[in-house]
């Protein structure tokens, strides 16, 4: 729906004050329900190229988290740290990964929101992530290992910036949809992260004893970010969706007061 129609859907609603709270409320509803892409009973398809880029990516990101799970705690035996510590320095490894995410996340959210290369943010953060996982199973010393799972945090705006490109790819009527297939992809990266550890780590086959785990995570980051590179076309958001945003925020408010003023009424019979 365009934002000059709801406009004066919302003016008619607005001077309708004859009507009963009850009708008033279900024509703000029946604002509130219309996309403004979308019609009754449509769905626009998904664009195939960037879904499935980001799905990978995704599966990729979730299994680069959860790969050392399996593995962690020997590699902690395994550089020095005693056995009754080896639990509590790998849960310093996973909060350092995290927290220094969680901190840059709001940065690149920002930065990302107004940029138009979110195709070359996600790739660089690919990258990252592919170079820190190759040093991480090199490295056997606890402190370098810290700051090797902070840098990778820290620089990694993927799934940020990803979630802000599905919001310019789809609409109401898929959304559901897309964030379906990205949670869905998160979570097998994430089932099968650990097990891949596990089953890779340690190993004799290089002189470094978990470094093959790191080289698998390591190959996904590269093939996400070739299928990043090809599919995940620049895309411009549309000029209307600020005002949009704003107009759906009015018919909210009145929603709102019109529910309260309901409330209200009912308060009054009762009393």
Aim: charged share 10%; proline share 4%.
């Amino acid at each position: 729906m365009s934002v000059v129609k709801m406009d004066v859907e919302l003016t008619e609603t607005e001077e309708s004050s004859e009507n009963s709270p009850l009708e008033q409320h279900s024509q703000v509803d029946s604002l509130l329900i219309h996309d403004k892409n979308v019609t009754a009973g449509s769905r626009t398809p998904l664009p195939i190229g960037p879904i499935i880029s980001i799905c990978i990516m995704f599966f990729s990101e979730g299994f680069n988290y959860t790969m050392i799970f399996g593995f962690v705690r020997q590699m902690m035996i395994h550089i020095g740290i005693p056995q009754a510590r080896s639990g509590y320095h790998a849960g310093i490894l996973h909060m350092t990964f995290s927290t220094s995410q969680l901190i840059s996340g709001l940065i690149y959210g920002a930065l990302t929101d107004i940029s138009q290369k979110k195709h070359i943010v996600i790739s660089c953060s690919l990258f990252v992530t592919l170079i820190s996982n190759l040093c991480f199973g090199m490295i056997s010393n606890f402190s370098i290992l810290v700051i090797c799972r902070l840098i990778s945090g820290a620089l990694n705006g993927s799934l940020v910036t990803a979630k802000i490109y599905i919001t310019e790819v789809t609409d109401g009527s898929n959304a559901l949809l897309a964030y379906l297939c990205f949670g869905s992809a998160w979570l097998v990266g994430v089932a099968i992260g650990p097990t891949i550890g596990s089953a890779t780590a340690p190993s004799n086959v290089t002189p470094f004893p978990f470094l093959i785990p790191c080289i698998i995570a390591a190959v996904f980051c590269l093939i996400s970010m070739v299928v990043v590179l090809i599919f995940m076309t620049p895309k411009s958001a549309e000029k209307h969706d600020l005002l949009w945003f704003i107009k759906s925020n009015q018919v909210l408010y009145h929603q709102i007061s019109m529910k309260e003023n309901m409330q209200s009424e009912e308060m009054k019979n009762v009393l």
